[in-house]
């Protein structure tokens, strides 16, 4: 496990002893984490009011700009050309990334802008 999941256990933790109010975190990376400890049911997620209008579908690898940097986005965008259509990508993806009751709206989206997109 990683450091960063580390902190976001310790603080979910806090948050389920109510020695904090509230979390501000990405909704996959609560969800996994409620998740791991069993605890899916005890939260609610609520939308920060300035992200309402911003789109579901948001992601990045972030690399030098270098020959190795550029080099490692081709080959990580390569194997997602290849993975994107699978059902374990959709099922992985569904998982992680798709909201509650957004299912419909997540998809369009997807579609439209990720695997419609062949380069």
Do not use: F
């Not at 699978?86 to 802008?113: F, H, T």
């Amino acid at each position: 496990m990683g450091r960063g999941q580390d902190i976001l256990d310790g603080l979910l933790g806090m948050l389920l002893k109510e020695r904090i109010d509230y979390l501000i975190e990405h909704p996959a990376s609560i969800r996994y984490a409620t998740k791991r400890a069993g605890e899916v049911d005890r939260l609610a997620l609520i939308s920060v009011a300035e992200n309402s209008g911003a789109p579901l579908i948001r992601g990045a690898i972030r690399c030098p700009d270098t020959e190795w940097g550029r080099r490692a986005i081709h080959d990580i965008n390569r194997v997602l050309l290849g993975l994107r259509p699978s059902p374990q990508y959709r099922n992985m993806i569904r998982e992680w990334a798709v909201l509650p009751g957004k299912d419909k709206e997540y998809w369009k989206i997807c579609k439209d802008q990720i695997l419609d997109v062949k380069k």
